[in-house]
């Protein structure tokens, strides 16, 4: 199993990116799909998971409605959309599957994909 992220980039606050994550392999009917993120001197953290198979969403509060995840099974691609970005919402992005009991918990997942680099300028 491999997960590729990409979509980061160098951003304005306020302004969007998407990032895709694409899963080679096996499929995953019952796991989460989520992202995690770490900024620089921090723990990774929680941002959005989903569920692969019911499509159930769940999201820390600092970036609810402003991000969404979705799903695209036919294409095993996962989307973080991240609207009205701010300097805070700077790290490396990873996305992950496992079967999470636990959203939030990083030792719940079982694969990890390299990270992409978001930068929010001010």
């Known amino acids: 199993v491999q997960l590729q992220a990409s979509g980061g980039g160098l951003v304005q606050a306020g302004g969007s990116l998407r990032l895709s994550c694409i899963v080679s392999g096996r499929t995953f009917g019952n796991y989460i799909m989520a992202w995690f993120r770490q900024a620089p001197g921090k723990e990774r953290q929680f941002v959005a998971g989903?569920?692969?198979?019911?499509?159930?969403?769940n999201y820390v509060d600092s970036v609810k409605g402003r991000f969404t995840t979705s799903r695209d099974s036919a294409k095993k691609t996962v989307y973080l959309q991240m609207n009205s970005l701010k300097p805070e919402d700077t790290a490396v992005y990873y996305c992950?599957?496992?079967?999470?009991?636990?959203?939030?918990?990083?030792?719940?997942?079982?694969?990890w994909g390299p990270g992409t680099q978001v930068t929010v300028s001010s």
């Open positions: 992950t599957v496992g079967r999470a009991r636990y959203w939030n918990v990083e030792s719940e997942y079982m694969y």
């Open positions: 989903i569920g692969w198979g019911n499509g159930i969403t």
